[in-house]
């Protein structure tokens, strides 16, 4: 009998160690708005599983789900960033704009709040020379060649850094191509969810009960037009990214500490072996005399 209660303290301190950031409970998720789905015309059949009932034509997610796929995604978001690696964030919707450049700007993640830039990642090279060009307007302001252009000239460059700036500025941190994927309203970004699945990279999602979930590979069931699901989740997810990224911070810490103690041991292996080097000459010498001792009787 007394070890049932142990056994639950132990799965629980185990969940308390494999999330450690905070997820919502269901009663801020249903506070936030997350419950409410479309209209019962508009939704997708791949969505049933995680609609609850509908009420008055809506349809109402089931908050459990949205519960647990939640803590599902912001865990593997927060190995993703441990790892040191970069996750894209996308949202072209008014609601969703503001929140997602704070909440990306704050953990240095790149992200998309304009206009998709078609093929950009199935034609990433060619993006990065449109990046390199921004760069190299900025070298020609502060070395002084842009003094030297006609102001028609100049004229023309400052606004094609202002239009560059605009839909690029956001992703000029992003050297290589994103480990994932993180969209607010799928059906909103399907080019994106189809560029990143015909990649293979995965897909993070806010997905409403209009949307198709297939295409998705960590499904967050939850309301994605109300601003206040959106920054919901999304606080929970960057929470969870911060967090790997303050581990992968110690990690690099403790790295050297351990590296400068390592190289203690085969010295100390070292002198061990010398001094059964040094101890068997002696040990062949005391038994030559005890061999001798028998043959001179």
């Known amino acids: 009998m007394d070890t049932f209660p142990t056994r639950e303290v132990e799965f629980s301190e185990r969940k308390q160690f494999l999330f450690k950031m905070s ?4 009663d801020q998720l249903l506070e936030a708005g997350c419950h409410f789905g479309h209209l019962k015309r508009k939704w997708n059949p791949a969505m049933a599983p995680y609609i609850f009932m509908e009420r008055n034509g809506i ?9 647990a796929k939640l803590a599902e995604a912001a865990a593997a978001l927060k190995n993703i960033a441990k790892s040191g690696k970069k996750v894209l964030f996308v949202a072209t919707k008014k609601q969703a704009k503001q929140v997602i450049a704070d909440k990306a700007t704050a953990i240095s993640m790149p992200y998309v709040i304009e206009r998709w830039p ?25 070395d002084g060649t842009f003094d030297n252009l006609s102001k028609r000239e100049k004229l023309q460059i400052t606004r094609q850094r202002a239009k560059l700036e605009k839909t690029l500025g956001s992703i000029a941190d992003l050297n290589r191509l ?10 909103k970004e399907r080019i994106a969810v189809a560029e990143a699945n015909r990649l293979g990279i995965p897909v993070f999602a806010i997905v409403d ?21 959106i920054e919901i989740i999304l606080d929970t997810v960057c929470n969870a990214m911060a967090e790997g990224l303050e581990e992968r911070k110690a990690e690099k810490v403790d790295a050297p500490a351990a590296e400068g103690e390592a190289p203690a041991a085969p010295k100390r292996e070292r002198r061990r072996v010398s ?15 005890a061999a001798e001792a028998p043959a001179a009787e």
């Not at 449109?130 to 900025?138: E, G, L, N, S």
């Not at 994103?178 to 059906?187: E, G, I, Q, T």
Request: charged share 25%; net charge negative; aromatic share 6%.
């Open 178 to 187: 994103p480990s994932a994927l993180f969209v607010v309203d799928v059906l």
């Open 59 to 67: 349809h109402i997610i089931d908050l459990y789900k949205t519960e």
């Open 23 to 26: 997820t919502p409970n269901f």
């Open 275 to 289: 001094r059964k080097a040094d101890a068997a000459p002696a040990e062949a010498a005391a038994e030559a005399p």
């Open 118 to 142: 078609g093929g950009m990642l199935t034609n990433f090279p060619t993006i990065r020379k449109a990046v390199k060009k921004m760069t190299a307007i900025d070298k020609m302001a502060s």
């Open 209 to 229: 009960t209009n949307s198709d979930p297939n295409s998705v590979d960590f499904v967050i069931p939850a309301n994605d037009d109300a601003s206040k699901s």
